[in-house]
């Protein structure tokens, strides 16, 4: 399993970012996929979860709203639209599949600051 995240960067309060996450060595299209975050000093939380056809998202309370995940399964990509950013949202974000044991990837950092 691989995992390749991008798109993270430096973006103002009330900006927005879209991430993703290219996916290879599993069968994409079979699993469900997730959305992490780790910021400083912080544990890593789940962000955002699609299901393996995209019919069913869920979100954690602090983003719901703002951030929306969606997936290409002909692409072996899961993305993150990130809205609104604030400052809390800063962190280092990290994909993986749901149910299917895999190491972390490298994730991609997300800077909120004026």
């Known amino acids: 399993v691989r995992l390749v995240e991008s798109g993270g960067g430096l973006v103002q309060p009330g900006g927005s970012l879209r991430l993703s996450c290219a996916a290879s060595?599993?069968?994409?299209?079979?699993?469900?996929m997730n959305w992490y975050r780790q910021a400083p000093g912080k544990e890593r939380e789940l962000v955002a979860v699609?299901?393996?056809?995209?019919?069913?998202?869920n979100y954690a309370d602090s983003v719901k709203g703002r951030f929306a995940i969606s997936r290409d399964n002909a692409k072996n990509t899961v993305y993150l639209q990130m809205n609104s950013v604030k400052p809390e949202d800063t962190a280092v974000y990290y994909c993986?599949?749901?149910?299917?044991?895999?190491?972390w990837g490298q994730g991609t950092q997300v800077t909120v600051s004026s």
């Open positions: 699609m299901s393996s056809t995209g019919s069913n998202t």
């Open positions: 993986k599949p749901g149910g299917l044991r895999s190491s």
């Open positions: 060595g599993f069968t994409f299209s079979r699993y469900a």
